[in-house]
């Protein structure tokens, strides 16, 4: 199918806008008489509040208010999906976290009292000189401790938060009748976020006394949480959604919200709050650390038989979205492969380490590790080539995933794996102490929520009198070019060149409700949305066109702004007269449209069958990696990544999903560490917790593979999330094979890496490399 | 203390206190928030502006600093309202996505390209180590300064 826009790469509408540093982001705006809030925090990672005392820093000139737990309405957030997770919640989970910690403290970093005072360092000093009077409560730090008896309850209840469970077939059996079986255990740490953008929000209350927050947040939904913290009808808290300086997940929690809101609220003026960056690090919801325990078997011709799997996640000290961040890795569990077998379960549990929650693959990431680790290590077991056993097991389409889920269309994972390994060019060899080697992954990431969430997305699309178009849709734009994309679907339906069609809004009074830009699920939704909106919008202009050039409807193309008579160029008509005409006669040209998810039922509380999710995104990523067997210093020299998008919308914008989700996995791989001592970090500065540089970034080649099997607009599929699940899985793979020794603990750090290459060394028998043929 | 510079091309005279950075003074005296925050320790580079032609961190050097001297910000960057040659690669490449460390990108590249007319790829990488980006994995901002580099 050729398209005049879908597929290309048109400069983003934004791109302009951020060249030019133009002021449009959260942080960017101030108004006159506006106060700077300041946070304090809790620097125990577990005691009990003895006493608070204000009235230093409330004496001090220039504070304007120094607030506690007292002085907010309803002293409880709760952390769910807005308004769709009750179904699936089915009693276990409804996680609430006080806005400010009333009796006690669960982590390091939790908020005690807000302040809002003249200028930043008034507030600095006032923070400096509120007395809290803690007594520090034993606490519990690792997952294992935290669910032995006896030990300290970060909640009531205990601290398991929530377990899964997959049940298919008799693994355990299977097992015992595997010709060869590998067990093997994988561990993560927390990982940051690092959006440049630290948590960023303005406040202040409008002419209609509604109370306005604009925030740099991935859902607007949380105007809700907003309103029912001061007690406020929903309809008197407004969210408008400034472009993001990056998100990951890490804004889809509430962040500034509340304790904005609250200092706006009671102060009755503008108020702006930025979290510096070490609050970012120690103040706000992580990636989760797991503990992964695998046992494969397969024949001895390399079909997979059964896999028993074991997921531990730390959720730090409050339960934000670790549910259903551990439901996605119990989906993921198996990888994208014919498992027969399969027992999974999984737990997440409560600790007084930093809270973990929504980030970039929501758990997928980590299962992709423990799959693909158990693919190589079954590969040198059997002595086979690992890309032939992955082909070898690669799920087709009619095939069952682990939950029992037929899918319905061909995930082309073969095709992606030896596209991508080919990709990496001829093998090349290593030089005096350096050892050279390749790796892959292959993975399966969802896109789009559970289906039981009943997830919807409306939007609006309607022409101006000038024939140009708008689309209103509230999705907030997180920098993958969300806004753009609702731009290209429209111009592509009404025949109009892209620029001249503009997204506005992203707002949760004035624009329709398009839920959340999560769960790679904006392009699906809102895409869809629009898509139906501007079918209807469409279908309205065709109808006037055909009436005044006296054609038939099916003889009506649009085109480049005019409708004309398909074979008769000459008669045509440009938008412009078009949509006055249109609106002459009371004809409408907009729509509002909706677009609802399929849905089905909850997964079965015991076996976990059922299905999960709508569709799923399958590539493979290959890395080949330069090991100094001296140093054990790592680096990445090439990446090439091949995926099914389903059909890119924005080419341009598909291929730089995919670069930087590979190089934000490199730095899980490699780099990336949340280090505690006790629950307390120790490093949450740039200083010593890295991220990739342009020096660390490997040369990127990028393959889009476009079946045009989605459930988006044109078939498209989600990539947001999928570009980075493989990556420290592949990297794993290639440094195992340079260490020709096992290397399973994340980050692959030099330390980690020399002792693995010295184990090597001293032990007598060494497992033989697999081998490095192509595809 | 009073400030007398030049500021994107045209002489300035600022009030701020004495405690203030050139951050501080460009965000929240002068509105010019072009220049981001995204650590205050001189680590990630979004806050990077040209000094003189030589980049720096804003958020290290004290806005006192600045007296007599030219100060290069994004603001900066246009030509006669247009967007000069590395905006205008930047956003045809794709290089900015969030767009949060695109101006000291922009920066950083200027003044490298100001320095290196015709850079190789890794002179691009070496210039821009100390300017994070989180979003694009660097391929397309590289892409973009090879780009500008070509079309001069
Ligand atoms: S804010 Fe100046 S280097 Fe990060
Ligand atoms: S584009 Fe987001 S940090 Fe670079």
Redesign the interface.
């Known amino acids: 199918m050729a398209y005049r826009v879908i597929g290309r790469s048109p400069p983003r509408a934004d791109a302009w806008e951020k060249v030019r540093g133009r002021p449009i982001y959260a942080g960017d705006l101030a108004m006159a008489g506006m106060l700077h809030g300041k946070i304090v925090r809790s620097p125990y990672p577990s005691a009990r509040i003895v006493k608070i005392d204000t009235s230093e820093a409330r004496a001090l000139p220039g504070v304007v208010a120094v607030l506690t737990h007292a002085e907010v309405p309803q002293n409880a957030l709760r952390m769910e999906l807005p308004g769709r997770m009750a179904e699936a919640t089915a009693g276990a989970v409804l996680a609430t976290q006080p806005v400010l910690a009333e009796d006690r403290v669960r982590f390091q970093g939790e908020p005690v009292a807000a302040i809002a005072a003249e200028t930043p360092e008034i507030a600095a000093e006032a923070a400096e000189r509120v007395r809290v009077e803690y007594e520090p409560l034993p606490g519990v730090y690792d997952p294992a401790e935290a669910l032995k008896p006896g030990a300290p309850h970060v909640h009531e209840g205990g601290n398991l938060l929530r377990a899964w469970h997959i049940r298919k077939g008799d693994a355990t059996e299977a097992l015992a009748r595997a010709d060869v079986i590998v067990e093997k255990t994988y561990r993560t740490p927390f990982v940051d976020h690092v959006y440049l953008e630290t948590e960023t929000g303005i406040g202040w209350i409008d002419a209609e006394g509604t109370l306005v927050l604009r925030v740099s947040t991935q859902v607007l939904e949380h105007f809700r949480d907003v309103a029912e913290v001061l007690r406020l009808p929903h309809g008197k808290v407004r969210l408008e959604g400034a472009y993001l300086g990056g998100g990951f997940g890490g804004k889809e929690d509430v962040t500034v919200e509340c304790l904005l809101g609250l200092l706006v609220w009671k102060t009755r003026r503008p108020v702006q709050l930025v979290f510096s960056r070490e609050e970012s690090f120690i103040g706000h919801g992580k990636r989760h650390p797991y503990l992964l325990r695998y046992k494969s078997g397969a024949t001895r011709t390399g079909e997979l038989v059964a896999m028993e799997v074991e997921l531990v996640s730390d959720s730090g000290a409050y339960a934000a979205l670790s549910p259903w961040v551990l439901l996605y890795s119990l989906v993921t569990a198996t990888g994208p492969y014919r498992v027969p077998h399969v027992k999974v379960d999984a737990f997440t549990v409560y600790t007084n380490n930093p809270v973990a929650s929504a980030y970039r693959t929501f758990g997928s990431i980590q299962t992709c590790i423990g799959y693909e680790g158990q693919m190589d290590a079954l590969a040198a077991a059997l002595s086979m080539d690992p890309l032939e056993l992955r082909e070898k097991n690669f799920l087709r389409k009619g095939d069952r995933i682990a939950t029992g889920q037929v899918l319905e269309s061909e995930p082309m994972l073969g095709e992606t794996m030896r596209r991508a390994w080919q990709a990496l060019g001829p093998p090349r060899e290593g030089d005096g102490p350096v050892r050279v080697a390749r790796g892959l992954a292959a993975s399966f990431t969802p896109y789009g929520r559970m289906c039981w969430t009943r997830d919807s997305a409306s939007a609006w699309v309607g022409m101006e009198l000038d024939g140009s178009a708008v689309v209103r849709c509230a999705a907030p734009d997180v920098g993958g070019g969300q806004t753009s994309s609702l731009c290209s679907i429209t111009a592509e339906v009404l025949g109009l060149p892209v620029e001249h069609v503009a997204a506005v809004g992203r707002d949760s009074h004035f624009t329709p409700r398009a839920g959340t830009t999560t769960a790679t699920r904006q392009l699906f939704m809102s895409g869809n949305a629009v898509l139906k909106a501007a079918h209807e919008v469409r279908r309205h202009l065709v109808d006037q066109a055909a009436e005044m050039l006296e054609a038939a409807r099916e003889d009506i193309e649009l085109t480049e702004g005019r409708a004309l008579v398909r074979g008769a160029p000459d008669r045509a008509i440009d938008f412009s007269a078009l949509v006055k005409a249109a609106t002459a006669a009371g004809r409408p040209v907009q729509a509002l449209d909706k677009y609802d998810a399929p849905s089905a039922p909850t997964i079965d509380p015991i076996t976990g069958q059922g299905k999960p999710f709508n569709d799923y995104t399958f590539g493979t990523q290959a890395v080949e990696v330069e090991v100094d067997e001296e140093t054990g210093q790592t680096r990445v020299t090439k990446l090439a990544a091949c995926y099914d998008v389903g059909q890119a919308i924005n080419r341009q914008s598909a291929e730089g999903q995919i670069e930087g989700g590979a190089v934000q996995g490199l730095g899980h791989a490699l780099l990336e560490e949340v280090v505690l001592e006790d629950g307390v970090s120790k490093n949450p500065h740039l200083l010593d917790y890295k991220i990739p540089t342009t020096l660390d970034a490997p040369e990127i080649i990028t393959i889009l593979l476009e079946s045009g099997q989605g459930l988006g607009p044109f078939g498209a599929k989600g990539i947001g999330e999928p570009a980075m699940t493989p990556t420290p899985a592949a990297v794993m793979n290639a440094v195992t094979r340079a260490a020709r020794a096992p290397l399973t603990r994340f980050p692959l750090t030099a330390e980690r890496v020399l002792a693995a290459l010295k184990s090597q060394s001293a032990s007598k028998n060494p497992s033989p490399p697999s081998g490095e043929r192509a595809g | 203390m009073r400030l007398d510079f030049t500021l994107n091309n045209h002489p300035c005279r600022a009030e701020a206190p004495a ?1 203030w950075t050139v951050l501080d003074l460009l965000r ?1 005296g002068l ?1 010019l ?9 001189g ?2 580079g ?1 806050c990077t502006v040209l000094l003189d032609g030589e980049p720096v961190r804003a958020c290290l050097v004290l806005a006192s600093r600045l007296r007599g001297r030219t100060l290069l ?3 900066g ?2 030509d006669n309202g247009q ?1 000069d040659r590395l ?2 690669a ?5 290089a ?8 000291g990108m ?1 920066l950083s590249a200027r003044a490298l390209l100001a320095a290196n007319p015709s850079p190789t790829e890794h002179d ?3 210039a ?15 892409e973009a300064v090879l780009a500008a580099a070509g079309a001069r």
């Open positions: 405690h929240d509105a928030t072009a220049t981001k925050y995204g650590c205050g320790e680590v990630c979004t910000t994004a603001e960057l246009e967007p905006q205008s930047f956003a045809r490449a794709g900015a996505q969030c767009g949060f460390c695109t101006p922009l691009v990488r070496e821009l180590a100390g300017n994070l980006c989180r979003c694009t994995g660097y391929t397309k901002i590289i």
